[in-house]
């Protein structure tokens, strides 16, 4: 079983759209989390970044984390072309070395 | 805040070159630089973790002789890939994590594309 499993979709929505992406995880001692939206040919950027179970929103995205299933989500509201992208999800028991998911393909249809 | 600045963003060079990446925290001291690589429509697979005064540490499988990592200061670090061949091709990334603040999160580099013809 892979520390981090991430459907790589491609995910493909309507412009508008609330958006969800998900993550699971096994190591029980993760408590850092991040999301990273990655266009291609580009490197990832940093777009949520939480620390142990809960809810963050920032403008159109929230992040919701929940340990006791190893499971995390980012959801996009009102999803716009512009999300399309890869996104990547990271977590860390120390928060310093961080595992990476294999990323979701999102497209947005206009 | 916290840019980190990668150099060259594409290379193309013929078999045997060795090619060297530079990755700069802009606006940050950065302790812990990290180096990717990334295969197409693959997550990063991460090379080594490189501390600013010491010596890199290589993850499993990755040649410490053939993948050079330089940390001389707080705000550079440099990848080298000795005589490169195409199976080397690919993107790689750097990534510095800021230094005083303890569990930041890593900021990425735009990449550099090597191609090894």
């Known amino acids: 079983q892979k520390e981090v499993e991430q459907d790589p979709g491609p995910l493909s929505v309507p412009e508008g759209a609330i958006v969800s992406l998900n993550c699971t995880y096994s190591n029980s001692a993760f408590q850092y989390f991040m999301w990273y939206r990655q266009y291609s040919r580009k490197g990832p950027e940093l777009l949520m970044y939480t620390y142990s179970s809960g809810n963050k929103e920032d403008g159109r995205f929230t992040a919701q984390v929940d340990k006791s299933s190893k499971y995390i989500s980012l959801f996009i509201r009102d999803s716009q072309p512009s999300d399309s992208a890869t996104y990547l999800c990271?977590?860390?028991?120390?928060?310093?070395?961080?595992?990476f998911g294999p990323g979701t393909r999102l497209s947005v249809l206009p | 805040g916290a840019v980190v600045s990668q150099h060259p963003s594409r290379v193309i060079c013929k078999s045997g070159t060795s090619v060297k990446i530079e990755c700069r925290s802009l606006?940050?001291?950065?302790?812990?630089m990290f180096w990717y690589r990334q295969f197409p429509k693959q997550s990063l697979m991460l090379m080594a973790t490189s501390n600013e005064g010491s010596k890199a540490t290589y993850e499993q499988g990755v040649e410490k002789d053939k993948f050079l990592i330089n940390h001389a200061s707080l705000t550079l670090s440099t990848l080298t890939v000795t005589s490169a061949h195409p199976e080397d091709s690919s993107f790689y990334i750097c990534?510095?994590?800021?230094?005083?603040?303890?569990?930041?999160?890593?900021?990425f580099g735009d990449g550099t594309r090597l191609s090894i013809l």
């Open positions: 990271a977590m860390s028991a120390s928060g310093q070395n961080f595992v």
């Open positions: 606006d940050f001291q950065a302790t812990t």
């Open positions: 990534s510095a994590s800021q230094l005083g603040f303890s569990n930041q999160p890593q900021h």
